[in-house]
């Protein structure tokens, strides 16, 4: 990483940061985005798949991260939640309505 990367990487890690910091509605939104987009940690790459790649790929992140970003459109999750479900259901849920998600198939209208 040459210098100019490292400040601006410092840059918006500190912006980051200091919204994150306002304890706001807003920076628990982004909160739960960056853990979505992070996915889970217990090592269910079907879950990653289903989940984080999909979220990546909607938002439109070309990167992947050790998994491929997926063209389907995220789905809210149904059934029993983890942690990670419940930042990944926040996310989804903020996403769809900033507009940045449309979905053909949302079942939580």
Known sequence: MNETQKLRTK???D???AFLNEDTGESGHLWSILTA???PDDGDWELKQTTTARL????G???NGGIDI????PERFQGGLT??????????DILKEMGIISLREDTTT
């Open 15 to 17: 912006e980051i940061v």
């Open 83 to 92: 942690h990670f479900h419940a930042h990944y259901n926040h996310a989804f």
């Open 56 to 59: 990546r790929g909607a938002i």
């Open 61 to 63: 992140l070309t990167i």
């Open 37 to 39: 987009l992070r996915g």
């Open 70 to 73: 997926s063209l389907e459109p």
């Open 11 to 13: 840059a918006l890690l």
